[in-house]
Every structure is written in structure tokens, then in C-alpha cells.
């Protein structure tokens, strides 16, 4: 047998394939509603007894099998064998023979399962509960043949099956909600509930209305919507939806919904539109393949929704454009609420994360002299470009009488590449002008052009004659010197000219293209611009990174950090490795809770992208607290940016904003990180940071924390903040 098969890890990983075939049958690896829906499952105990079955030899095939234990764990290969186990003992009076069905059952799901992983998957499309229909159909197709099979008559006596389970309670519990008035419709979107899991119940359909509006508010607003859209569809049409049979009643609507309306897609307006739209597409491939299906003697179940929704996701990814409107959900985080919360946030957070670093092509504090649309030269295919200068503390570019290039200040300095790249064209033959004068036949003077990437070229020109550096098909680097700036080609005085074009040529239009990090001076204050186009007259930089800041935010996988707790309801020593998991996504872990911490850094920026565990943790606050940090000091400035609300908000604060958040976001958790102190500019042995959390709804103040962060010469020394009235400090542990 294989070596740590009984682990804890793997063990842990058994149980939650176990209860999360469960919770998947609605999209869901929801603890809580994973219970009720067990629970629910065993109101007819033979049938509960079969799917159990089913789910523990699928669970045990996939890691027998050495099948990838994430996925498992989620419950991807079980839901499916789940309800097939249900089906099967719903079906047949339970006996041996049942038994072994089921097993065979379940493993023919399994099998299944995964070949269409395989088979359809690679077009980034999910197999639903296809497996379910198919291996269900072949069973019931076979076992008409066999005789040791007896159907079962366990639904004409309910009470008795309740009353094994549960006595005399569990059957007044039932008959009681059997007997209130409750109105036709909503009876009925019970009873669709129930028949997902085979069952015909009223009771049932509340405990998993309950459980879905405690796993997902949306969810649950979604059902609503797609069954109350096809009873309304069924009602128009002169059908009626209470006299389908009840094996595939309103859950194909059900399912429907909360698939393409917030699982699938991220939820939003159109999302809902597009439910709606599609629903009575579902009722009209629900009665159509039913009449089809009688004469094969077979249910259809949850057909209609398998075809409607891989359909609309399939026709989406042949979009010519993406639409944040309309979003696929790339990461699955297994919550309507938590896809469209972290959607909102990346998308303003990342949305310029895949495009390349460009930077400014200098050191020190520069001035635009034209921008973009600029006064002189910047016009029609020619507009996004930049001029460069350098002004003195007066405003003015040049000493003495300014009638020479030498008396400019930029004259002479350094051209730095704007981000890593190749050269592609060098010109190094022309003559500096005469200050005023022109050089109209060689408009860009001496120039270099980079490529960076693919239709992503840089071009700086007017540099110095004789000053470059490179040669044509060399390698830079970000901040390698390439010339100096000049005074040569189209200049009056001397400047640097940059831009990004697509096409590697001189003379090649501008592309309108953001630097990606940047500091904007004004007077005595700084700010930091992340993605944005610098505008004329604005003083801009480079980040200069601080030491102190760069070693305290640039963390190494295989690092350990330890620190001592203060001032908790109890001293501890909390511990967190730096690791990558196998999507070379870096992560902090702590030993201590379990919890995760994401993390992205260059060498500007260090930033939080997620996190997993428990919010009680240290290395949460930790989270919270050093959300985002620009790896340059400069004092007063203030960072700003904000957090996933699924994230910074308790679920019992957030849970009345989820039922509008598709259409409405009233509740924002905002971050704000202050460059405090730092003990000398030039040679530094201390930096303070102090950050802040705060969460508003309808723009008050529910909540705020205070963070302080303090980094010194052998990096993170202290991060503390206040809870509970308690200020809590970590200290960094001695090496």
C-alpha cells in the first residue's frame, strides 16, 4: 500500500470529497448546507443509505486511483455518483442485489465523470450532472431484465419510512408542514427543491431553500427567479407546471438560474436578464423531450438544464470582445457572492496586470513638456507620445543664458530602458541643433527603438550623438542606461521624446499605453499613479525603492517568519512559511491556524491577492494590514485601495447587502497606508508605516482598524494593531 495513504492530510481530504459531493449538487463546498442536504437526503433512509454508499465508493476509487486530491476533495467526481445512489434507491426495494447496483453504479458515474473531464473539459466546459443522466439511463434501461431487482413501493409509506428514521417527532414535523395552507406556487418550488434529491416533499424543499439562502443569497434569489420565471412561462402557454412529473418538476429551472446566474457567470443585471430569457427556453426542452423520452420508457431529468447552460457558456467564448457586464467566471471560488465580489475588485485592482511594466525612462524628477494631444507636435497618429525635461527649483530648464544644449538640464543625462526588452533599430549619425533651430529631415534625430513584447515597441529619441550605448539586437534590462539625452532630429531645445507604438519602425504611429508605476510630485507632496498617462506639467518619477521597505516586502519561498504575540487573550509564537503552490502562485502559511495569505511582488510593489482561513488568525490582520505596499518611502503619501467585501465583512453584516449586490453595491472596505517616519533619508535603519481598514455602508462608517507596520535592517520587525479594545503586537522572533 502506498506510503501515508491514512495521513491526516489525506484523510481530511476523504471527508471533504464526502460531504462536498453533496453541497455540489447546488454548486456549493458549503459545510452547513453539505449537512442538510445529507440530512435531507436520508428522509427516505434506504435512498440516503444508497447515495452515501455511492459517494464513498466513488471517493475511494478517485484516491485509489491517485486521481488529483483537490478536485476530488471538492466533490467534482461524487455529486454525480450521489445522485445516481439516490436514484437507484429510490427506484428499487433495497436488498444485495440493490447493493451491488449501486456500487457498479457509482463506479460507471465515476468513470464517466472523468472522461468527460478529459473529453469536454479541454474546452474549459463542465460535464454538470451528464454523468448522473447517462449512467442512470443505462441502469434502469438494464436492470428492466433483471428479475432479482424488485421495484420499490416506499413512497405509499412515507409515514412508516419517517417513523423508522425519526418516530413519531419526524412524522408530526412532516404532516404538520403538510398541512399548512401554503399557496400552490411556492408549494411547488418546494417540492422542485426536494426533487432534486428524488424526493416529493414540501419539508424537504424548506430544509434546502434554508440551507441554499445559507450558503448563497444570491443562490437562493436566483432559484426564486428561474422557477417563478417558468411558472409564469407555463401559466402564459396554457401548461401547467404542477402536472409535469415530479422527477423533473422545476429544478431544471432551478438549476439553471443559479448556474448561469452566479456561478457560472458572475452575477449581475445581465446575468438575470439572460436567466430570464433562457428559462422558458428550459420549460420548452423540458415538455419537448419528455413526449421524446416516454416512448423510451426513460425520465429525462435534468437534461433540459445540462443542454441550456453548457450551450450559453460554449456560444460565450465566441466573443469578439470581453465584457465585464456579461463575465465568465475564470476562478471558480465556489460562492455566487465571493465570484462577484473578488470579480469587482480584481477588475478594478488588476485590470492592467497582464499588460507589460513600461516605466519612465530616466532617474530622478522629470517634467512633461508635452503630453499627450500635446501643444507643438503631438498630433493626429503622433498624439500619445511624451516630451521630457528636467526644470530647476525656479521652473526653468536651462542656466546661464540657455544659448547652448550643455546649459540644459536634461542635456547629457541618462536614457534608461523603460522595461526589459530587445533592441530593434539604433540611429547614431545625427548632429545636435542649434538651440531654436530644427532638424526637419531628420525628424526623431538619434533614436532607439525596444521591443518588449509582442506589437509592444518603445521608442526614445533626440538622444545625444555618440552617447548610445546599445547595439541592434542586444538584450536590456528595466534601468539599464541606454544614451543620453540630446538635442537632435525635431527639437528646439533639448528634451526626450518617448512613446509606445505597435509596429517596430520610425515613424510608426503612437499607442495610447499607461506607465505602469510612477510618482506625480506636487510641491512637497507625492502621489502615487499606478496605470496612468502623465500630463503636461506634472513632475513625475520613477519609484526610488527603499532598502529598509524592499527586504521587509520581498519574501523568498522556503522563508520562515516567526513572531511573538503580545497583548491576545494569550502569548503565542505564530509561524509563517513562504511557499508556491503548483500555479506558481506565492503564498504565506501559517502553521499555526492553517490559514493562507496570497501575495504578488515586483520590485515596486508588494501586494495581497487573496485569502483562505480562518479571520481570527494573526496572519489575517497581517493581511489586512499590508494589503498593499509601494517599496519606495516617501513622506505623507497615502496609498489607497480596497478590499473584496467577502473578505473584510462578517457574513451575518454582509449577508442582507448580497441580495442586492448583483444590481447595487451600497457596502465598499476601503485601505489607506501612510508613510509615516523614516529615522534618515540616506542611510535608514527605520521605516514606519501606518495603514487602516475601514468598512462603510451607504457611506457610514461601520467599523475601522488601525494597523502599524515597523521595518528595520534585518526586515519586518513589528506589526501591531488594536482589536477589541486590546492592542495586539508582532515581534519579530530572533533568527
Given at each position: 500500500m502506498?506510503?501515508?495513504?491514512?495521513?491526516?492530510?489525506?484523510?481530511?481530504?476523504?471527508?471533504?470529497?464526502v460531504?462536498n459531493?453533496?453541497?455540489q449538487?447546488?454548486?456549493?463546498?458549503?459545510?452547513?448546507?453539505?449537512?442538510?442536504?445529507?440530512?435531507v437526503?436520508?428522509?427516505?433512509i434506504?435512498?440516503?443509505?444508497?447515495?452515501?454508499?455511492?459517494?464513498?465508493?466513488?471517493?475511494?476509487?478517485?484516491?485509489?486511483?491517485n486521481?488529483?486530491?483537490?478536485?476530488?476533495a471538492?466533490?467534482f467526481?461524487?455529486?454525480?455518483s450521489?445522485?445516481?445512489?439516490?436514484?437507484?434507491?429510490?427506484?428499487?426495494?433495497?436488498?444485495?442485489?440493490?447493493?451491488?447496483?449501486?456500487?457498479?453504479?457509482?463506479?460507471?458515474?465515476?468513470?464517466?465523470?472523468?472522461?468527460?473531464?478529459?473529453?469536454?473539459?479541454?474546452?474549459?466546459?463542465?460535464?454538470?450532472?451528464?454523468?448522473f443522466?447517462?449512467?442512470?439511463?443505462?441502469?434502469?434501461?438494464?436492470?428492466?431484465?433483471?428479475?432479482?431487482?424488485?421495484?420499490?413501493?416506499?413512497?405509499i409509506y412515507?409515514?412508516?419510512?419517517?417513523?423508522?428514521?425519526?418516530?413519531?417527532?419526524?412524522?408530526?414535523?412532516?404532516?404538520y408542514?403538510?398541512?399548512?395552507p401554503?399557496?400552490?406556487?411556492?408549494?411547488?418550488y418546494f417540492?422542485?427543491?426536494s426533487?432534486?434529491?428524488?424526493?416529493?416533499?414540501?419539508?424537504?424543499?424548506?430544509?434546502?431553500?434554508?440551507g441554499?439562502?445559507?450558503?448563497s443569497r444570491?443562490?437562493?434569489?436566483?432559484?426564486?427567479?428561474?422557477f417563478?420565471?417558468?411558472?409564469?412561462?407555463?401559466?402564459?402557454i396554457?401548461?401547467?407546471?404542477?402536472?409535469?412529473?415530479?422527477?423533473?418538476i422545476?429544478?431544471?429551472?432551478?438549476l439553471?438560474?443559479?448556474?448561469?446566474?452566479?456561478?457560472?457567470?458572475?452575477?449581475s443585471?445581465?446575468?438575470?436578464?439572460?436567466?430570464?430569457v433562457?428559462i422558458?427556453l428550459?420549460?420548452?426542452?423540458?415538455?419537448?423531450?419528455?413526449t421524446?423520452?416516454?416512448?423510451?420508457?426513460?425520465?429525462?431529468?435534468s437534461?433540459p438544464?445540462?443542454?441550456?447552460?453548457?450551450?450559453?457558456?460554449y456560444?460565450?467564448?465566441?466573443?469578439?470582445e470581453?465584457?465585464y457586464?456579461?463575465?465568465?467566471?475564470y476562478?471558480?471560488?465556489?460562492?455566487?457572492?465571493?465570484n462577484?465580489?473578488?470579480?469587482?475588485?480584481?477588475?478594478?485592482?488588476?485590470?492592467?496586470?497582464?499588460?507589460?511594466?513600461?516605466?519612465l525612462?530616466?532617474?530622478?524628477?522629470?517634467?512633461?513638456?508635452?503630453?499627450?494631444?500635446?501643444?507643438?507636435?503631438h498630433?493626429?497618429?503622433?498624439?500619445?507620445?511624451?516630451?521630457?525635461?528636467?526644470l530647476?527649483?525656479?521652473?526653468?530648464?536651462?542656466k546661464?543664458?540657455?544659448?547652448?544644449?550643455?546649459?540644459y538640464?536634461?542635456?547629457?543625462?541618462?536614457?534608461?530602458?523603460?522595461?526589459?526588452?530587445?533592441?530593434?533599430k539604433?540611429?547614431?549619425?545625427?548632429?545636435?541643433?542649434i538651440?531654436?533651430?530644427?532638424?526637419?529631415?531628420?525628424?526623431w534625430?538619434?533614436?532607439?527603438i525596444?521591443?518588449?513584447?509582442?506589437?509592444?515597441?518603445?521608442?526614445l529619441?533626440?538622444?545625444?550623438?555618440g552617447?548610445?550605448k546599445v547595439?541592434?539586437?542586444?538584450?536590456v534590462k528595466?534601468?539599464?542606461?541606454?544614451?543620453?539625452?540630446?538635442?537632435?532630429?525635431?527639437?528646439?531645445?533639448?528634451?526626450?521624446?518617448?512613446?509606445?507604438?505597435?509596429?517596430?519602425?520610425?515613424?510608426s504611429?503612437?499607442?495610447?499605453?499607461?506607465i505602469?508605476?510612477?510618482?506625480?510630485?506636487?510641491?512637497?507632496?507625492?502621489?502615487?499613479q499606478?496605470?496612468?498617462r502623465?500630463q503636461e506639467?506634472?513632475?513625475?518619477?520613477?519609484?526610488?525603492?527603499?532598502?529598509?521597505?524592499?527586504?521587509?516586502?520581498?519574501?523568498?519561498?522556503?522563508?520562515?517568519?516567526?513572531?511573538?504575540?503580545?497583548?491576545?487573550?494569550?502569548?503565542?509564537?505564530?509561524?509563517?512559511?513562504?511557499k508556491?503552490?503548483?500555479?506558481?502562485?506565492?503564498?504565506?502559511?501559517c502553521?499555526?491556524?492553517?490559514?493562507?495569505?496570497?501575495?504578488?511582488?515586483d520590485?515596486?510593489q508588494?501586494?495581497?491577492?487573496?485569502?483562505e482561513?480562518?479571520?481570527?488568525?494573526?496572519?489575517?490582520?497581517?493581511?489586512?494590514?499590508?494589503?498593499?505596499?509601494q517599496?519606495?518611502?516617501?513622506?505623507?503619501?497615502e496609498?489607497?485601495?480596497?478590499?473584496p467585501?467577502?473578505?473584510a465583512?462578517?457574513?451575518?453584516?454582509r449577508?442582507f447587502?448580497?441580495?442586492?449586490?448583483?444590481?447595487?453595491?451600497?457596502?465598499?472596505?476601503n485601505?489607506?497606508l501612510?508613510?509615516?517616519?523614516?529615522?534618515?533619508?540616506?542611510?535608514?535603519?527605520?521605516?514606519?508605516?501606518?495603514?487602516e481598514?475601514?468598512n462603510?455602508?451607504?457611506?457610514?462608517?461601520?467599523?475601522?482598524?488601525?494597523?502599524?507596520?515597523?521595518?528595520?535592517?534585518?526586515?519586518?520587525?513589528e506589526?501591531?494593531?488594536?482589536?477589541?479594545?486590546?492592542?495586539?503586537?508582532?515581534?519579530?522572533?530572533?533568527?
Amino acid at each position: 500500500m502506498q506510503e501515508g495513504r491514512f495521513s491526516k492530510e489525506n484523510t481530511g481530504y476523504f471527508l471533504s470529497s464526502v460531504l462536498n459531493s453533496y453541497s455540489q449538487v447546488f454548486f456549493s463546498v458549503h459545510r452547513p448546507f453539505a449537512v442538510i442536504i445529507l440530512l435531507v437526503s436520508f428522509f427516505d433512509i434506504y435512498a440516503g443509505l444508497s447515495g452515501l454508499l455511492a459517494v464513498l465508493v466513488t471517493s475511494s476509487a478517485a484516491f485509489v486511483l491517485n486521481l488529483h486530491k483537490p478536485t476530488t476533495a471538492k466533490g467534482f467526481y461524487g455529486f454525480n455518483s450521489l445522485l445516481v445512489g439516490l436514484g437507484i434507491g429510490i427506484y428499487y426495494a433495497f436488498s444485495w442485489q440493490t447493493i451491488l447496483m449501486v456500487v457498479l453504479a457509482s463506479l460507471f458515474t465515476f468513470f464517466i465523470s472523468v472522461s468527460m473531464q478529459g473529453i469536454i473539459g479541454k474546452y474549459n466546459l463542465p460535464y454538470l450532472s451528464i454523468p448522473f443522466i447517462l449512467a442512470l439511463w443505462v441502469f434502469i434501461t438494464a436492470t428492466r431484465s433483471f428479475d432479482a431487482l424488485g421495484i420499490s413501493e416506499r413512497g405509499i409509506y412515507t409515514l412508516n419510512d419517517l417513523y423508522q428514521m425519526g418516530g413519531s417527532r419526524l412524522v408530526n414535523i412532516h404532516e404538520y408542514f403538510n398541512s399548512i395552507p401554503i399557496p400552490k406556487i411556492f408549494s411547488t418550488y418546494f417540492i422542485s427543491l426536494s426533487a432534486i434529491l428524488f424526493q416529493y416533499s414540501v419539508l424537504s424543499g424548506i430544509l434546502l431553500s434554508i440551507g441554499l439562502l445559507i450558503y448563497s443569497r444570491i443562490g437562493f434569489t436566483l432559484s426564486l427567479v428561474g422557477f417563478f420565471v417558468a411558472y409564469l412561462f407555463y401559466d402564459l402557454i396554457g401548461a401547467h407546471i404542477t402536472q409535469v412529473d415530479y422527477s423533473y418538476i422545476g429544478f431544471n429551472y432551478i438549476l439553471t438560474a443559479i448556474a448561469l446566474g452566479g456561478y457560472f457567470i458572475i452575477p449581475s443585471v445581465r446575468s438575470y436578464l439572460w436567466v430570464s430569457v433562457l428559462i422558458p427556453l428550459v420549460a420548452i426542452l423540458t415538455i419537448s423531450l419528455h413526449t421524446i423520452f416516454l416512448e423510451l420508457k426513460l425520465p429525462v431529468y435534468s437534461l433540459p438544464f445540462n443542454i441550456v447552460v453548457l450551450l450559453f457558456i460554449y456560444v460565450l467564448k465566441f466573443r469578439s470582445e470581453y465584457s465585464y457586464s456579461l463575465a465568465e467566471v475564470y476562478y471558480q471560488y465556489n460562492s455566487p457572492e465571493k465570484n462577484l465580489y473578488i470579480f469587482l475588485n480584481n477588475a478594478e485592482r488588476f485590470r492592467y496586470k497582464f499588460l507589460r511594466q513600461i516605466k519612465l525612462p530616466f532617474y530622478g524628477i522629470w517634467s512633461v513638456s508635452q503630453g499627450h494631444n500635446g501643444s507643438y507636435t503631438h498630433k493626429g497618429e503622433w498624439r500619445h507620445a511624451w516630451d521630457f525635461v528636467i526644470l530647476d527649483k525656479e521652473g526653468k530648464q536651462f542656466k546661464n543664458s540657455g544659448d547652448f544644449p550643455e546649459d540644459y538640464f536634461c542635456y547629457g543625462k541618462p536614457v534608461i530602458a523603460p522595461d526589459n526588452g530587445t533592441v530593434e533599430k539604433v540611429i547614431d549619425n545625427i548632429e545636435d541643433n542649434i538651440i531654436g533651430e530644427v532638424n526637419l529631415k531628420s525628424n526623431w534625430g538619434n533614436t532607439i527603438i525596444l521591443k518588449h513584447d509582442d506589437n509592444i515597441y518603445t521608442k526614445l529619441s533626440h538622444l545625444e550623438p555618440g552617447s548610445i550605448k546599445v547595439s541592434e539586437g542586444e538584450t536590456v534590462k528595466y534601468g539599464q542606461v541606454l544614451a543620453s539625452c540630446g538635442n537632435t532630429g525635431r527639437s528646439p531645445y533639448p528634451h526626450l521624446h518617448f512613446q509606445v507604438q505597435e509596429f517596430p519602425f520610425i515613424g510608426s504611429a503612437t499607442m495610447d499605453y499607461p506607465i505602469s508605476n510612477y510618482v506625480l510630485h506636487e510641491g512637497k507632496s507625492f502621489s502615487f499613479q499606478t496605470h496612468k498617462r502623465p500630463q503636461e506639467n506634472q513632475q513625475v518619477s520613477n519609484v526610488e525603492v527603499n532598502d529598509l521597505l524592499s527586504q521587509a516586502f520581498h519574501f523568498t519561498p522556503g522563508e520562515i517568519l516567526r513572531f511573538d504575540v503580545t497583548g491576545s487573550e494569550k502569548t503565542e509564537t505564530v509561524s509563517w512559511e513562504v511557499k508556491v503552490n503548483p500555479y506558481n502562485e506565492t503564498y504565506l502559511e501559517c502553521s499555526n491556524s492553517g490559514a493562507i495569505a496570497y501575495f504578488d511582488q515586483d520590485e515596486n510593489q508588494f501586494y495581497f491577492t487573496y485569502f483562505e482561513g480562518k479571520k481570527s488568525s494573526m496572519l489575517y490582520y497581517f493581511f489586512l494590514g499590508s494589503y498593499r505596499i509601494q517599496k519606495g518611502f516617501y513622506q505623507d503619501l497615502e496609498l489607497k485601495d480596497r478590499y473584496p467585501l467577502s473578505l473584510a465583512y462578517p457574513v451575518q453584516i454582509r449577508c442582507f447587502h448580497d441580495f442586492i449586490s448583483p444590481f447595487v453595491r451600497l457596502a465598499s472596505a476601503n485601505f489607506t497606508l501612510k508613510y509615516k517616519t523614516i529615522d534618515d533619508y540616506m542611510s535608514p535603519s527605520s521605516v514606519i508605516l501606518e495603514s487602516e481598514m475601514k468598512n462603510q455602508l451607504a457611506g457610514r462608517t461601520l467599523n475601522t482598524i488601525s494597523f502599524k507596520i515597523k521595518t528595520g535592517t534585518r526586515g519586518l520587525d513589528e506589526f501591531s494593531f488594536s482589536k477589541k479594545g486590546m492592542e495586539i503586537k508582532l515581534n519579530r522572533c530572533e533568527d
